[in-house]
């Protein structure tokens, strides 16, 4: 997105020191990159930017207004509410679409957001080691509101802990060791100083939990939930697992309930340039053209579910239209050119929001690169210069 930049970094281009990176990243912790780092970051010139802070500052409006935990009460499932003080999500993350405008232009466009953690500490460490490798001008950086990996680096650690010791805080996930995104954890572990616990591992005593650290039960005071809670219905044996829709004596970083209050749900509520029109399945009366809208289910992970290719007669079929949203299609820009085709980007931003501030901040992102027909995996086999990586924000 900023010529200059990109054409500089695709004549330096070595596919060696591609490799190198890959070995650095894999040897922070040996086997647990289960994913594919891009070849490339991305260059975001200052406009972009700006506009999709614009955009963040006019949905955090409406989730800092005093009616949002009313409006979106019915978002939780009945039986996947979680009791406790949900405050505020700790940590938003908003996901833009690098799209063309009515004039051919690129502009944001939000794709999803969700009130739940991302790869921080993991990108934490990946900017570093892309910024060594990208021989980047010093006026480019991943972190947005004047933050550096220092300061991210504190910030993540204090909103993480709250005010308790980091045996008394955990990471909590089913079955980590076999999730995709499990090097993050232990970039979460060294960053934090805290465990990362299996939901089966969690020891119930009254309304207190523990867990057992090196062999000592220990109380748990404080969660960094990276659970899916509607996920977990598809594990197997879940019905024996501990039951967290019970009230405990444990806070939440964040609580599980912003995951459904702040998703797709939120969407039909949101009026912005750069949020495509949504509607509640249930809701419409007359639909509209249906070529031009994607299907997507309000409980999902990772895309699952998504249809892009609607018919009335898929809508017929629907059993639950009120757990389903339209959201207008939007058309992503092959912008980012590469050694071969160019690839499309997607950029999440995080967004952090410690105890005494009044908002949510911008902090840190990811990003993500496709040359398929959606931005994941499995839309991008055999192909090269797609996967994850960081976006750089001219400062």
């Given at each position: 997105?900023?010529?200059?930049?990109?054409?500089?970094?695709?004549?330096?281009?070595?596919?060696?020191?591609?490799?190198?990176?890959?070995?650095?990243?894999?040897?922070?912790?040996?086997?647990?990159?289960?994913?594919?780092?891009?070849?490339?970051?991305?260059?975001?010139?200052?406009?972009?930017?700006?506009?999709?802070?614009?955009?963040?500052?006019?949905?955090?409006?409406?989730?800092?207004?005093?009616?949002?935990?009313?409006?979106?009460?019915?978002?939780?499932?009945?039986?996947?509410?979680?009791?406790?003080?949900?405050?505020?999500?700790?940590?938003?993350?908003?996901?833009?679409?690098?799209?063309?405008?009515?004039?051919?232009?690129?502009?944001?466009?939000?794709?999803?957001?969700?009130?739940?953690?991302?790869?921080?500490?993991?990108?934490?460490?990946?900017?570093?080691?892309?910024?060594?490798?990208?021989?980047?001008?010093?006026?480019?950086?991943?972190?947005?509101?004047?933050?550096?990996?220092?300061?991210?680096?504190?910030?993540?650690?204090?909103?993480?802990?709250?005010?308790?010791?980091?045996?008394?805080?955990?990471?909590?996930?089913?079955?980590?060791?076999?999730?995709?995104?499990?090097?993050?954890?232990?970039?979460?572990?060294?960053?934090?100083?805290?465990?990362?616990?299996?939901?089966?591992?969690?020891?119930?005593?009254?309304?207190?939990?523990?867990?057992?650290?090196?062999?000592?039960?220990?109380?748990?005071?404080?969660?960094?939930?990276?659970?899916?809670?509607?996920?977990?219905?598809?594990?197997?044996?879940?019905?024996?697992?501990?039951?967290?829709?019970?009230?405990?004596?444990?806070?939440?970083?964040?609580?599980?309930?912003?995951?459904?209050?702040?998703?797709?749900?939120?969407?039909?509520?949101?009026?912005?340039?750069?949020?495509?029109?949504?509607?509640?399945?249930?809701?419409?009366?007359?639909?509209?053209?249906?070529?031009?809208?994607?299907?997507?289910?309000?409980?999902?992970?990772?895309?699952?579910?998504?249809?892009?290719?609607?018919?009335?007669?898929?809508?017929?079929?629907?059993?639950?239209?009120?757990?389903?949203?339209?959201?207008?299609?939007?058309?992503?820009?092959?912008?980012?050119?590469?050694?071969?085709?160019?690839?499309?980007?997607?950029?999440?931003?995080?967004?952090?929001?410690?105890?005494?501030?009044?908002?949510?901040?911008?902090?840190?992102?990811?990003?993500?690169?496709?040359?398929?027909?959606?931005?994941?995996?499995?839309?991008?086999?055999?192909?090269?210069?797609?996967?994850?990586?960081?976006?750089?924000?001219e400062q």
């Amino acid at each position: 997105m900023v010529p200059q930049l990109r054409d500089k970094f695709n004549a330096e281009f070595s596919e060696s020191r591609y490799n190198l990176m890959v070995e650095e990243i894999k040897a922070l912790h040996p086997g647990a990159l289960d994913f594919r780092n891009s070849e490339t970051p991305v260059f975001i010139p200052k406009a972009f930017t700006n506009m999709m802070l614009d955009a963040c500052e006019g949905i955090l409006d409406i989730i800092t207004d005093k009616d949002f935990l009313k409006v979106t009460d019915r978002s939780i499932p009945r039986n996947l509410r979680v009791p406790g003080t949900e405050s505020r999500p700790e940590f938003i993350c908003f996901d833009f679409g690098i799209c063309k405008d009515k004039n051919g232009a690129p502009e944001p466009q939000l794709i999803e957001m969700q009130a739940f953690p991302s790869l921080f500490a993991y990108q934490e460490v990946y900017s570093d080691i892309m910024r060594r490798y990208s021989n980047l001008p010093e006026n480019y950086s991943s972190y947005l509101n004047g933050f550096n990996t220092d300061t991210h680096h504190a910030l993540l650690k204090e909103i993480i802990l709250g005010n308790h010791k980091p045996e008394n805080v955990i990471l909590l996930e089913i079955f980590p060791e076999q999730q995709k995104t499990r090097i993050d954890f232990y970039c979460t572990e060294a960053a934090v100083g805290i465990k990362t616990v299996c939901l089966t591992d969690l020891i119930t005593e009254g309304k207190e939990l523990y867990y057992k650290l090196n062999g000592k039960k220990t109380r748990i005071n404080r969660i960094f939930n990276r659970l899916i809670f509607d996920d977990l219905q598809h594990q197997p044996g879940w019905e024996k697992m501990p039951d967290l829709t019970r009230e405990y004596d444990v806070e939440w970083a964040p609580h599980p309930n912003w995951f459904y209050r702040l998703s797709k749900f939120t969407l039909p509520y949101l009026i912005n340039p750069y949020v495509p029109e949504t509607y509640f399945l249930n809701e419409i009366k007359q639909p509209p053209a249906l070529e031009d809208f994607v299907l997507k289910p309000l409980f999902s992970f990772a895309g699952m579910g998504v249809v892009i290719d609607v018919t009335h007669e898929i809508l017929d079929r629907i059993p639950d239209p009120e757990n389903w949203i339209l959201q207008r299609k939007v058309e992503y820009i092959p912008i980012i050119k590469t050694l071969d085709e160019p690839a499309k980007a997607e950029i999440r931003l995080f967004y952090y929001w410690k105890k005494d501030w009044e908002r949510p901040r911008a902090v840190h992102n990811l990003s993500r690169l496709s040359k398929g027909k959606m931005i994941g995996t499995r839309y991008n086999k055999d192909k090269t210069w797609v996967g994850g990586t960081i976006a750089f924000f001219e400062q």
